[in-house]
C-alpha cells in the first residue's frame, strides 16, 4: 500500500528531513505541500498547494514542519478533513492548542505519530532497552545548544521567543519519561532568561526523579546531549546522536505507515504530545510564576 502524503511548512527542517524523507520512502507518494512563502514551497515539494484545504484534498495523511502555533490549528483541520498527522513537537504553543489538537485526532480516529526524532534511532532504543533492565531511580539529563545564538535555526521567531524547554525540552522530556517512568510532577523549577537556561526537577511513577538542564543560549559546539539513568542495578547512559535525522525519519515514517495499515495508534501519537506539554506547561509556571 502507497500512502499520498503531504508536507506543510517549507522552512529548514522541512527542507533537510521531511521532504527528502518522505521522496526517497518507497511506500510513500510525496505528492506535495504547502508553505507561507510561496518561492520555499516551489524549491521544496513536487507540487505546490494554494491553500492547505486543497493540500488536504489530495492526500491520506499530512506531516508538519511549522512552528507550533501555526500546526495546531491546522493539523487539527486535517484530522477533521480525516487525514492521518505526522506531527512535529511540542504539537501546540500552548495546553489549550494541545488539547483541541488531540481532541480532534481522537475524534477523527485518523492515526498520528510525533516526530520525536532522536526515538527513532538505534542508540537511542538500546538506552531505553538498557534503562528498562535496570528500572532506574534517577535520571539526569542535559541539553545544551548554541541554536538560538546562531545558524539555520536562529532565525526561528517560536524558538527565540519561547527557548529550549519548547525546542528541546519535548524530546528531553519524553526520554526521560521513558527511562525512569511517567512524569507525575515538578518538584522545581527555574528559567535565567539571559542564557535560556531551565532547570527542572521532575518527579516519577513509583518515585523515580529526573533532573533536566536545557539552553539554547550556551555558546557550545558541538551540542551537549547527555541522559543518563541508575539504579543499584548500574547506569544506562544516552550521549550520541550520530544517526543522521533523515534515517530516524524514515523508521518514523515505516511505523507511521504500519499505524494507518493496522489501525492501531502508535505509542509515540498525539496523545504523548499532550502529555509532554502538560509537562512543560507546569515547567514554565514553576520556574515563570505570573506577576501579581
Known amino acids: 500500500m502507497t500512502v499520498r502524503i503531504g508536507l506543510v511548512g517549507a522552512g529548514p527542517w522541512a527542507r533537510e528531513t521531511h ?12 505528492v506535495g505541500g504547502w508553505a ?81 526524532t532522536r526515538r527513532f534511532a538505534p542508540e537511542t532504543r ?12 534517577a535520571a539526569e ?3 545544551l545548544s548554541g541554536a538560538a545564538l546562531a545558524g539555520k535555526f536562529a532565525a526561528s ?7 529550549a524547554l519548547y525546542d528541546v525540552g519535548p524530546h528531553v522530556i519524553d526520554l526521560v519519561d521513558a527511562a525512569v517512568g511517567t512524569v507525575e510532577g515538578v518538584a522545581s523549577a527555574r528559567y535565567d532568561a539571559g542564557s535560556d537556561t531551565w532547570t527542572a526537577q521532575l518527579t516519577h511513577a513509583d518515585g523515580a526523579a529526573s533532573t533536566l538542564s536545557l539552553s539554547l543560549r550556551t555558546p557550545v559546539l558541538p551540542t551537549v546531549m547527555r ?15 550520530e544517526t543522521p535525522s533523515t534515517e530516524c525519519f524514515r523508521v ?13 495508534d502508535h505509542p509515540l501519537g498525539v496523545l504523548r504530545g499532550l502529555h509532554l506539554q502538560r509537562v512543560i506547561a507546569q515547567i514554565r509556571a514553576g520556574a515563570c510564576p505570573p506577576t501579581p
Open 141 to 143: 539529563a542535559q541539553w
Open 19 to 30: 521532504a527528502p524523507s518522505l521522496a526517497a520512502h518507497p511506500g510513500v507518494d510525496f
Open 36 to 116: 507561507r512563502d510561496p518561492a520555499a514551497a516551489a524549491e521544496v515539494f513536487p507540487r505546490a498547494f494554494d491553500s492547505p484545504a486543497a493540500l488536504f484534498d489530495a492526500v491520506d495523511a499530512v506531516a508538519f514542519a511549522v512552528p507550533p502555533n501555526v500546526q495546531a490549528p491546522l493539523a487539527a483541520a486535517a484530522a477533521r478533513a480525516c487525514k492521518h498527522v505526522i506531527l512535529d513537537k511540542p504539537i501546540a504553543l500552548d495546553l489549550e492548542g494541545a488539547v483541541a489538537l488531540a481532541d480532534a485526532v481522537t475524534a477523527a480516529g485518523v492515526r498520528s505519530i510525533l516526530a520525536l
Open 227 to 241: 541522559i543518563s539513568a541508575h539504579s543499584a542495578a548500574g547506569l544506562a547512559v544516552l550521549e550520541s546522536r
Open 126 to 137: 538500546e538506552f531505553l532497552a538498557r534503562a528498562a533492565e535496570l528500572q532506574p531511580i
Open 157 to 163: 521567531a517560536w524558538r527565540q521567543d519561547e527557548g
Open 252 to 264: 518514523l515514517l515505516d511505523e507511521f505507515l504500519a499505524s494507518i495499515s493496522t489501525g492501531a
